[in-house]
C-alpha cells in the first residue's frame, strides 16, 4: 500500500484525446503518415524479396518490411541447406493476414513462379545448378530444382553405374540440364555431365600414354554376360569373356567380382573410339606349355564334358587344354545318331587320345576304344549257323537292318523272313524295336555286315508239300483272295496256291467267289518257285475219282494239316491251260 500511495498522477495527461487516438501530442494523422512510410506496401499474390531473420529445423521466419514477419515450413528450404540469417529470398505473398493476424508467405510457390524461366535460362547458358535429391523413381532419382520436379536418369548421376541408389536420397547436389520437354513440362538433369568433360580430357591423357603389351591395374566396374569392365583409373576397359581364362568360362562371375582390383594387359586399343581391349588370362603361361611332355597318342586321360554339339562333344584334361571326342569315336555303332546320347555338359568321362598336335594345340579323344571292337573276334561271338535275339533298327524295301549288339548289325533279306508267305515289305512282318530271331547266313568281316535269316530257324515246309501236291491230286481249299488274273486258294493241308479265272467256273456254271471253300486238282507243282497251280473245273470235267496213286499222297498230306501257310500269286494262266496241250498232242498223234 505505501507503493501506491508514493505514485503521482500526471497533471497534464489528456484522457480525452487518448480515447480519440491522438497521444503525447501527436496527431493519429501525423502517426499514419509515420506507419506509412515505415512500411512496405504489400499485396497479396505477388512475388517480393524478403530478409530471413530467423532459421531452426522446423519454420524460417522471413522479414519483408510488413508490420509482421511471415514464416515458412523449413521443407521448403530442403534444396539450400547453407540457408541462414541475412539471406535474401524470394517469396509469394498468400495473405496479408490470416486469422491470426499473421502474414502468411510461401517461397516454394515463389520459386516456382520464376523456375520455368529460371530452367529453361540453366538450359540455354549451360547454368551449373543446385538441387535437392527427393526421392528414387524406377529408373533414377526426383531433384528438386528450383521447385520442379526434375528427373535425374540412373545413368546420369555419375559416371561409375550405381548400385545403391538410397545413398542419394536427401542430399543436395549440384547438376546440369540437359534436356527439357516444353508440351509436358518434363526437366531431365545430369550429375554425370559435370564431370564427364574433366573426365574426357582424364581420358584422352591416358589413352595417349597406353602400349600394346602394358600390365596395369583396374577395378571390376561391371560385369555382363560377354565380359568384365575395368576402371583404369578415369577409363574403361573390357575384358572380352573369351580373354579371363584359358578355359572356358560361361560367366564371368565365376573369374571375378565386383569392385575387385585386378591386373590386366592391354591388348589393343583405339584412340578415336575410345576403346580398350584388355586380356587377363595372358598373363599367365598357355596351359598347352604346362601340359605333361610324356603325354601321347594311346594314353588314357580324364575330364569334364565342358561344350557338346551333334558332331561331338570338347573334353577339359586341364584347364584351357581340351579334346575333341567325335561322334564317331563314342560307339562302335555305325549308325548316326547325336553325342546328347552318349554324355552331357559337367560329366565326367575316361577317354583315349587318338592325335595330339601340340604345335596346334590339338587333340582328339575317344571313348569307344576303352571296350573291344566286336569285330575283332566276330566269327567266334557270331559263327555261322548259330541263333541269336536281335533287335530291328529299321526297314528298307529289300529287307531289315537288325542290332544283336552295340556296334553289330545284320540285315534279314525280305527274302529270307518267310517260307510260305510272301512278304510285300518288312512292315508286314514286324516291327521297328520288336526282337526277332535270327541265324547267321554269312560274314562280312570287311564292311562290317552279317547276312541273317529268319526263316532257316524253320524246316523248309516245301519239303513236304512236293510229296501233298503231286500232279493230279485232289484237295480242298478256300479262296482267300480274288484278282484280275485269278484267285489265290489257301489249302487246307497248308501252303498257297493259285487258279487261273477259267479253272474257277463251276459244274453249274457260275464263277466261283473269295470265301467259297471247293476241291481243287493240282495240275501243276513247282518246288524251286514255290508255284501250285490249281483247278476247281478239273475235278467235275475228268470226274471226281481220284487216282490210285493220288489218295496216300492225300491220306498224308492230312497229317501235315499244321503246316504254316504261303502267299503264292505270280502263276501264269498259260502254264495251266494243259487243255489246249492235250489236244494239240491229239493232233500231232493223227497226223503221225
Known amino acids: 500500500m505505501s507503493n501506491l500511495q508514493n505514485v503521482q ?6 484522457w480525452e484525446e487518448f480515447e480519440n487516438g491522438v497521444s503525447a501530442g501527436v496527431s493519429k494523422e501525423a502517426l499514419e503518415k509515420s506507419y506509412d512510410e515505415t512500411l512496405n506496401k504489400v499485396s497479396e499474390h505477388q512475388v ?4 530471413v531473420i530467423s532459421v531452426d529445423k522446423k519454420e524460417v521466419i522471413v522479414n519483408i518490411g510488413y508490420k509482421s514477419d511471415g514464416i515458412i515450413p523449413a521443407s521448403e528450404f530442403r534444396y539450400n541447406p547453407d540457408l541462414k540469417v541475412g539471406d535474401k529470398v524470394e517469396v509469394y505473398v498468400e495473405n496479408q493476414e490470416d486469422k491470426k493476424g499473421q502474414l502468411v508467405l510461401s517461397h516454394k510457390k515463389a520459386r516456382l513462379s520464376k523456375s520455368w524461366e529460371r530452367v529453361n535460362a540453366a538450359l540455354d547458358n549451360e547454368e551449373v545448378i543446385q538441387g535437392y535429391i527427393k526421392c528414387r523413381t524406377k ?14 536418369p ?3 548421376i555419375d559416371v561409375h553405374p550405381i548400385r545403391d541408389y538410397d545413398v542419394f536420397v536427401g542430399k543436395t547436389m549440384e547438376f546440369k540440364i540437359v534436356k527439357i520437354n516444353q508440351e509436358f513440362r518434363n526437366v531431365v538433369v545430369s550429375h554425370k555431365a559435370l564431370i564427364e568433360a574433366e573426365l574426357e580430357a582424364q581420358k584422352k591423357e591416358i589413352i595417349s600414354k597406353l602400349e600394346k603389351g602394358q600390365v596395369l591395374e583396374g577395378t571390376v566396374k561391371n560385369i555382363t554376360s560377354y565380359g568384365v569392365f575395368v576402371d583404369l583409373g578415369g577409363v574403361d576397359g573390357l575384358i572380352h569373356i573369351t580373354d579371363l581364362s584359358w578355359g572356358r568360362v560361361s560367366d564371368p562371375h565365376e573369374v571375378v567380382t565386383l569392385d575387385q582390383k585386378i591386373n590386366v594387359v592391354i591388348l589393343d586399343f583405339d584412340e578415336e573410339k575410345k576403346r580398350i581391349a584388355l586380356g587377363l588370362k595372358q598373363l599367365t603361361p598357355h596351359p598347352w606349355d604346362a601340359l605333361d611332355a610324356e603325354l601321347k597318342v594311346g594314353d588314357h586321360v580324364k575330364g569334364k564334358v565342358v561344350v557338346i554339339a551333334d558332331y561331338g562333344a570338347f573334353v577339359e584334361i586341364a584347364a584351357g587344354v581340351e579334346g575333341l571326342i567325335h561322334v564317331s569315336e563314342m560307339s562302335w555303332s555305325q549308325h548316326l545318331r547325336s553325342a546328347q546320347e552318349f554324355m552331357h555338359v559337367g560329366d565326367e568321362v575316361e577317354a583315349v587320345i587318338l592325335t595330339l598336335d601340340r604345335d596346334e594345340r590339338k587333340m582328339s579323344l575317344g571313348i569307344k576304344q576303352l571296350k573291344e571292337d566286336p569285330w575283332e573276334a566276330i566269327e567266334n561271338k557270331y559263327p555261322v549257323g548259330s541263333k541269336h535275339t536281335a533287335k530291328v533298327r529299321n526297314f528298307t524295301n529289300f529287307g531289315i537292318f537288325v542290332e544283336l549288339e552295340e556296334g553289330v548289325d545284320g540285315l534279314i533279306h525280305i527274302s529270307d523272313l518267310s517260307w510260305t508267305k510272301k512278304v510285300k515289305h518288312p512292315s508286314e512282318f514286324t516291327t521297328v524295336g520288336a526282337e526277332i530271331e535270327v541265324i547267321v547266313l554269312e560274314i562280312d568281316k ?3 555286315r552279317l547276312s541273317l535269316g529268319h526263316k532257316q530257324l524253320e524246316d523248309n515246309p516245301w519239303d513236304t508239300y512236293e510229296t501233298v501236291y ?17 484267285a489265290v486258294i489257301t489249302l487246307n493241308e497248308g501252303g498257297e496256291g493259285f487258279a487261273t479265272p477259267k479253272h474257277l467256273v463251276k459244274e453249274d456254271g457260275t464263277q466261283a467267289q473269295q470265301g467259297e471253300e471247293l476241291e481243287f486238282k493240282v495240275i501243276e507243282f513247282v518246288k524251286e518257285t514255290k508255284r501250285i497251280i490249281l483247278s476247281h473245273s478239273r475235278t467235275f470235267e475228268e470226274g471226281k475219282e481220284e487216282p490210285a496213286a493220288a489218295k496216300p499222297a492225300r491220306k498224308h498230306a492230312a497229317k501235315k494239316a499244321d503246316a504254316p501257310a504261303i502267299n503264292n500269286v505270280t502263276a501264269g494262266t498259260s502254264l495251266g491251260d494243259l487243255d489246249v496241250l492235250a489236244d494239240l498232242k491229239a493232233k500231232m498223234e493223227k497226223g503221225e
Open 139 to 152: 529408373g533414377g532419382m526426383i531433384v528438386d530444382v528450383f521447385g520442379i520436379e526434375a528427373f535425374l
Open 446 to 448: 570287311e564292311n562290317r
Open 9 to 14: 498522477p500526471l497533471d497534464d495527461f489528456n
Open 48 to 51: 517480393v524479396e524478403g530478409t
Open 154 to 156: 540412373g545413368s546420369q
Open 470 to 486: 503231286t500232279p493230279g491230286s485232289v484237295h480242298t481249299g478256300k479262296i482267300t483272295e480274288m484278282m484280275d488274273k485269278g
